[in-house]
């Protein structure tokens, strides 16, 4: 599947923050936004406009937790495992989800590139725990089966539309 | 500058970089894995920890000699301490050694050896990693890293490529080319100093001596060899010889006793480089061509513009092939004169891993077979002596064969270290062809380690402006500047590696003194030659009238595909 970037964004983006080596991962972060991921061809372009190796970005990249290369859903779930949202039980939400959705930790995305679970460490809300944010909105106090009508919701939203 | 204490010893220190120079200095052996003075200071192995007057332990490579400092570089805490950081290493790293290519030549066997490590406590439980066997040159092994990072800073800080880099993080982290690609697909250029500088076997140079043993078994291959320049005063080093000596007579005789049926010496088509690429430069003088013209006798230099620098390749960058392949046209010729039944086997011995790749290009490639079959390294050589059991250093020295026997002349010899092609080519050059005239050439600003050399030459009445570069990201920096307008050169001589040849990856490894024993080996060799012109060396007319004939240009000269 060859998928068409526009570099255009990309040039902005560059422009913006400016092609200096030490702004590297302010750029790399605002082409996760755009793109949700980091794209090879993407980095392929940066490293030449930037003159920067595609080793030395490649290990940028995978060095960060945040960055990922692999291209995610249009739905990013992200459940806290923090120590607050792990002792109001967390990990059944976790799991429920997961195995609602048909995803692993080793293979977070949907097939039909609809969901991407991650974990994260914290959200910085211990007071709403368990929490699960879909895409940046945050859901407080959850349940494993507050969490599967979410994602049914969400599936039904998609059909109709 | 001042005064420091390295174990009770009162130690002068002036401008050394960190203490780890001042301790050396001292005459104390430090152990390191990822220190080489040419790099930058990364301060990964903590193997060369020291233990200061509080008891603090720190990095000797990553600090300031201070005046009145007082250091220990040898105590109970520092020995455990290195100790567990050997095996610790060990722990997770392939343990075969006796089958590995670095066996015996192995810092961290070596290190292990020197502090005893006698057990690994701890489990690999690393998972076994796919080798990289892809490129031409270079072999990439991810089981043996110790993640030191010398590979990644020669590549990033000498050559300006950073092909390779760490990847991942913590208990993941590797080094490799971005996406893990295969260092074939990558911009790589085989220059092989990340081979050079890996104290372990994670990255080694490919090991063909195995196929020239099968060739000089075969009674119906006719095996012949030409010998690089710069090999003669880097292989003494392997069999305990002095730094630097030409030991060019005694590789003859090993070659010969291995059964190899003629033996040559490349600098002899270093003379015909010279001669074509002077050739090639007058002419642009005459008819107004490109200018600079770059030399072009760097397979890795050349492999460099290719991807980064197209606009040079087939117009600044001399027509000329490099004298390896040169000598492998002539010799083709003149084994087809010869009237040998023999299928020719043609090999270099080569300081070069590139060479490896350069004999595999398509240019060099005549109806699906290769101009030079195999281009094996001084160290692969070394390896092939051994292998043999010749007393290396015992050895008579041996003539050159018939009809090449002479030898190139004392230009063609010093092609071998940096400045040497542009030195060559200026005495072709100069109208004053006297002995005088060479040793004013000397002094012009050609020769010694800088990295980037500027020298002016007068010639035809006018006035040359020359540029030598190692290095390829020095090599960048010049073309910058050419290409903005803002340096101007008629010439420029490009080597990829530290110093030229005498420091090309396949050459048993060394850092600056020594290297420069190697060049001052080269321009000592030139100083005892009678003939210093390529042009007045007597071999020449018989190439070009009896060997090549009409063919010369066709024959010397390449187009990049």
């Known amino acids: 599947m060859e998928q068409k970037f526009d570099f255009g964004v990309i040039d902005k983006i560059l422009e913006t923050y400016g092609s200096e080596q030490k702004n590297l991962i302010t750029i790399l972060q605002s082409v996760q936004s755009e793109h949700h991921y980091l794209p090879r061809k993407v980095l392929e372009y940066i490293a030449e406009k930037m003159n920067i190796s595609l080793a030395k970005i490649y290990s940028v990249a995978t060095f960060y937790e945040n960055f990922s290369l692999d291209p995610k859903g249009r739905y990013i779930i992200k459940i806290c495992d923090g120590t607050a949202c792990h002792v109001r039980k967390s990990i059944p939400i976790l799991e429920r989800v997961r195995d609602t959705l048909g995803v692993s930790a080793e293979k977070p995305t949907t097939d039909d590139m609809m969901f991407t679970v991650e974990t994260v460490s914290c959200l910085g809300a211990c007071g709403l725990a368990p929490v699960m944010t879909l895409n940046d909105k945050v859901y407080p106090a959850m349940t494993p089966d507050k969490a599967q009508e979410l994602i049914d919701a969400v599936r039904e939203g998609e059909s109709e539309s | ?561």
């Open chain 2, 1 to 561: 500058m001042g005064y420091m204490y390295i174990d009770g010893m009162k130690i002068e220190f002036k401008d050394e970089k960190n203490i780890l120079e001042v301790i050396r200095k001292a005459g104390i052996e430090m152990p390191t894995f990822c220190y080489y003075s040419e790099l930058s200071t990364y301060g990964a192995c903590r193997m060369c920890v020291v233990e200061n007057e509080r008891g603090g332990i720190e990095a000797a490579c990553s600090t300031l000699p201070r005046d009145g400092m007082k250091i220990k570089t040898n105590t109970p805490a520092l020995q455990k301490h290195r100790k567990m950081i050997l095996e610790l290493l060990l722990a997770t790293h392939c343990r075969d050694c006796t089958t590995c290519s670095k066996n015996g030549s192995c810092r961290l066997q070596e290190l292990a050896l020197r502090f005893g490590v006698k057990r690994v406590r701890f489990e690999n439980n690393r998972e076994e990693k796919e080798k990289d066997t892809s490129s031409k040159s270079i072999v990439r092994d991810p089981n043996k890293c110790i993640l030191c990072g010398d590979c990644v800073r020669v590549c990033q800080e000498k050559q300006g490529l950073g092909i390779i880099d760490f990847a991942h993080r913590g208990s993941k982290l590797q080094v490799m080319p971005a996406f893990d690609m295969k260092l074939c697909d990558t911009d790589c250029v085989n220059c092989g100093q990340c081979a050079a500088v890996c104290p372990t076997g994670a990255i080694t140079v490919k090991d063909e001596t195995e196929k020239m043993w099968q060739y000089l078994d075969d009674p119906t291959k006719r095996v012949v060899v030409q010998i690089a320049p710069a090999v003669r005063v880097a292989l003494g080093d392997e069999f305990g010889i002095e730094h630097g000596e030409n030991v060019l007579g005694k590789t003859v005789k090993a070659l010969k006793m291995m059964g190899v049926d003629s033996v040559f010496d490349t600098a002899l088509s270093a003379d015909l480089t010279v001669m074509e690429e002077a050739a090639e430069f007058m002419e642009r003088v005459e008819n107004g061509g490109t200018f600079p013209m770059y030399t072009s006798c760097c397979p890795a230099w050349i492999r460099y513009a290719e991807n980064k620098h197209p606009e040079l390749i087939n117009t600044n960058i001399s027509s000329c092939r490099s004298p390896m392949q040169m000598f492998g046209s002539v010799i083709k010729k003149w084994h087809e004169q010869s009237g040998d039944e023999r299928e020719l086997i043609s090999v270099a011995i080569m300081p070069c891993t590139a060479k490896k790749y350069e004999v595999a290009r398509n240019e060099f490639t005549e109806n699906g077979k290769r101009v030079v079959e195999l281009s094996l390294t001084t160290q692969e050589l070394a390896t092939m002596i051994r292998e043999a059991g010749i007393q290396f250093g015992e050895l008579e020295n041996e003539y050159l064969d018939a009809p090449f026997d002479m030898g190139g002349s004392g230009a063609g010899v010093i092609f071998g270290v940096t400045g040497g092609v542009a030195e060559a080519v200026i005495r072709q050059c100069s109208d004053d062809k006297s002995s005088g005239a060479v040793k004013d050439i000397k002094f012009i600003g050609v020769r010694g380690r800088d990295e980037i050399k500027e020298a002016t030459v007068h010639a035809g009445g006018r006035d040359f402006k020359i540029c030598v570069v190692h290095g390829l990201a020095n090599a960048e920096k010049i073309i910058r500047a050419t290409q903005s307008g803002e340096l101007y050169y008629d010439l420029i001589e490009i080597m990829a590696c530290p110093e030229g040849c005498i420091g090309g990856a396949g050459q048993p490894f060394a850092i600056s003194p020594e290297r420069d024993k190697r060049a001052r080996g080269l321009y000592h060799t030139d100083e005892r030659i009678q003939i210093k012109f390529s042009d007045k060396n007597p071999i020449m007319g018989y190439i070009y009238d009896d060997i090549l004939k009409d063919e010369a240009h066709s024959l010397l000269h390449v187009h990049y595909e």
